[in-house]
């Protein structure tokens, strides 16, 4: 299984971007996603997941940013809008073979069993 992230880039504040997570190599469509980030001198935290389902988001990113999945492209995507300088940071995909997780799961880095290389996002003021 891999998982690659792409889409990342530069962007200004209040403006929007779209990441895509592309996974190979998985036998059916029963896995989920999280997107994670890791700004600059902090952890790295969970900001959003899809199962079959159901779709989850941190916080700091609720009614900015919308992940969805296209089954037939393998593709999971993180739109992304009205950023902010927080949203400054490396973005990692990962996965888990299964359809769902609970929502007391889905922001545990080890719950996930596959990781995409990252993909950097820098809001500019």
């Known amino acids: 299984v891999q998982l690659q992230a792409s889409g990342g880039g530069l962007v200004q504040v209040g403006g929007s971007l779209r990441l895509s997570c592309v996974a190979s190599g998985f036998t059916s469509d029963y896995y989920t996603i999280g997107w994670f980030r890791q700004a600059p001198g902090k952890e790295r935290e969970g900001i959003s997941y899809i199962g079959e389902s159901t779709k989850f988001y941190a916080s700091s990113v609720k009614g900015r940013f919308t992940i969805s999945r296209d089954n037939a492209k393998n593709t999971v995507y993180l739109q992304m809008t009205d950023v902010k300088p927080d949203d400054t940071a490396v973005y990692y995909c990962?996965?888990?073979?299964?359809?769902?997780?609970?929502?007391?799961?889905?922001?545990?880095?080890?719950?996930?069993?596959?990781w995409g290389q990252g993909t950097l996002v820098t809001v500019s003021s």
């Open positions: 990962a996965a888990r073979r299964g359809p769902r997780m609970i929502a007391s799961s889905w922001r545990q880095e080890d719950r996930y069993e596959y």
